[in-house]
């Protein structure tokens, strides 16, 4: 005996009625081709009425590649929504199933549905979040599983069957995180922007608010809080600034309606996450944004900066991620959260939309709209934190951020001996190497130097002792100029010494102040710009290196560069040392 068919069910559910648990057969699947994933449409029957326009949801879409769905089958549906396409025309859409049975052991129609007369059209969305190929896991921060709102709220549409082409609908949409109100200026003016990431049971959007649009809704709309959002414009996404998986973006107008959900709604989760695993991050194309969930193993300090395009001074740090696939991950935070960051008891860090760099290797990034949580109450966080106190903790990793492509851009750890004897820099290319090494001497002669104020020059300016300065580059005359550093560094490890280059990036970070302020001191107070220079020395730091034979005036000679300086992470850097000495061991 087959399990009885829910007789009823369908047409009480294009009600809006809240049907639990509706045991239906499945009649027919065909697939619908769209900009992302496939969507699939069922016909389905309760045995007395059929609907030939049901959706699946694209969560559910293993289902069908598993052969799961396949013609006859019974399945329990734990979880639907009725979505109102046109006035006379509505569409289910199935967002989770549960086999009861196989197709193949029914082999038969139950029943004489009759199709109803409220279905969908064939033009039923088919939009879908875009898939970059890489296996995730999949988590919902937060979900309960509970039906569907009943017919007493507002008709809504869930988020993932949105496209252009529809002129009304509703969402109802968790707010899961909201960029700070910005401002920008363009060829068309100057104006303001922020934007909210939305949520709901069926899948995420991104909306955005500029100008009057921006003022009107950016205190309305608070992360965590549940709105019914109606009236706004929606257009294909510009994958570069989303990190959410959607083909289209909401844009909110003078005529969006956006209300506060009063009711409970413990249905739409708080966050929902596509794990990447740390392995699988150099699969990824640079600048995309994916979800990473993993153990911060150590953490940087935090560094301030000015930043080169803007002058603005900036903050950030960087930590490692580690998971159970044993790779490791720079990710960088910036701002309050770099400032705040606590890593001294190991925790989980997940992160929504992290954006995906090839510095040096893989690397990660989060951004202004990427959404961080420390220690989530998830399953996959629970597994990696028990996973780390057994054995996590104590097994070497690999990074994927200590490497990158072509021409030996890398770099392995060498000492200076080891880079003289094994002639790193003699080569057609580059060579690059990392030290931990420690400042003997720096060179005050000609350390700065007065550059064009251009954003995009940094050449230096001819002083005209008018209070003009002339750049050769641009061609042109200003009234100021920026303050460029070029160091030279004498470094010492415990097998030699190495003079080297470090430009302004590096140098900032080697004296802990800006090329601005030391110019200021250099002109304004000699004593304090001596002691500045004087105080540097003799710190030990962890720099990358780039050596290459070059060439001037017909003379050879070995320049060696700085590509970057960081500080020492202790606790990685004797874990390196450990894992040397056991490398060492195994050789004997």
């Not at 995309?288 to 930043?307: E, L, M, P, W």
């Amino acid at each position: 005996m087959f399990p009885q068919l829910t007789t009823g069910a369908i047409n009480r559910i294009l009600n809006g009625e809240d049907v639990a648990n509706a045991v239906l057969q499945i009649l027919g699947c065909k697939k619908i081709p769209g900009a992302g994933n496939d969507r699939y449409r069922l016909l389905i029957s309760d045995g007395v009425t059929g609907c030939p326009f049901a959706m699946l949801g694209t969560q559910l879409n293993h289902m069908v590649a598993n052969e799961e769905l396949e013609k006859f089958t019974i399945v329990r549906v734990d979880k639907c929504v009725c979505n109102q396409v046109q006035a006379d025309r509505k569409v289910i859409i199935l967002l989770s199933l549960t086999v009861l049975v196989p197709g193949k052991e029914v082999n038969e129609k139950l029943g004489n549905p009759v199709n109803s007369s409220t279905g969908a059209s064939s033009g039923a969305p088919t939009n879908a979040p875009a898939s970059n190929g890489v296996s995730k896991t999949n988590s919902t921060y937060n979900a309960v599983p509970t039906s569907v709102v009943n017919g007493s709220a507002p008709s809504v549409h869930p988020i993932n069957t949105l496209t252009p082409y529809q002129n009304k609908w509703t969402i109802k949409a968790r707010v899961t995180s909201k960029t700070p109100l910005r401002t920008y200026s363009n060829s068309k003016g100057e104006g303001k922007v922020f934007s909210v990431n939305l949520l709901d049971e069926t899948g995420e959007i991104k909306a955005t608010g500029f100008n009057d649009s921006a003022d009107k809704y950016y205190d309305l709309l608070e992360v965590n809080k549940v709105y019914y959002i109606s009236r706004a414009n929606l257009k294909t996404a510009n994958a570069r600034f989303s990190t959410v998986k959607n083909d289209y973006e909401i844009t909110f107008n003078n005529d969006t309606t956006i209300m506060p959900c009063e009711e409970i709604s413990s249905s739409i989760p708080m966050l929902q996450y596509d794990f990447v695993p740390i392995a699988q991050i150099e699969q990824v194309e640079k600048d995309s944004n994916i979800d990473v969930i993993g153990v911060c193993k150590s953490c940087a300090d935090v560094q301030t900066f000015v930043a080169r395009t803007t002058n603005k001074e900036m903050t950030k740090r960087d930590i490692k991620l580690v998971d159970r696939s044993n790779k490791e991950v720079n990710l960088t935070l910036w701002g309050k959260e770099a400032e705040s960051f606590d890593g001294t008891l190991f925790p989980v860090v997940a992160v929504k939309g992290a954006r995906v760099s090839e510095f040096n290797g893989r690397s990660l990034s989060v951004t202004m709209s990427s959404s961080m949580q420390i220690n989530p109450d998830i399953k996959e966080a629970h597994i990696l934190k028990g996973w780390f106190e057994r054995e996590g903790c104590n097994m070497d990793v690999e990074s994927i951020s200590g490497k990158a492509g072509g021409s030996n851009m890398g770099g392995q750890w060498k000492t200076f001996a080891q880079a003289v004897s094994e002639q790193l820099g003699m080569g057609d290319k580059p060579d690059y190497f990392i030290n931990k090494a420690t400042i003997v001497m720096l060179r005050k002669e000609n350390c700065m130097y007065m550059a064009c104020p251009g954003e995009e020059c940094n050449k230096k300016v001819i002083d005209m002792n008018n209070g003009i300065y002339r750049c050769e580059k641009c061609n042109r005359e200003y009234s100021e100029f920026k303050w460029r550093l070029l160091l030279s560094a004498s470094v010492a490890d415990f097998t030699e010494n190495q003079w080297v280059t470090c430009f302004q990036e590096g140098a900032e970070a080697i004296l802990g102040v800006s090329a601005q302020e030391l110019g200021s001191f250099k002109e304004n107070d000699e004593e304090r710009y001596n002691e500045i220079l004087t105080e540097a020395n003799f710190k030990s730091y962890i720099f990358k290196l780039r050596t290459k034979m070059e060439t001037y005036n017909e003379e050879s000679r070995l320049k060696t560069t700085v590509v970057s300086v960081t500080p020492i992470d202790h606790v990685s850097y004797v874990r390196k040392i450990l894992s040397d000495i056991k490398l060492m061991e195994k050789e004997l």
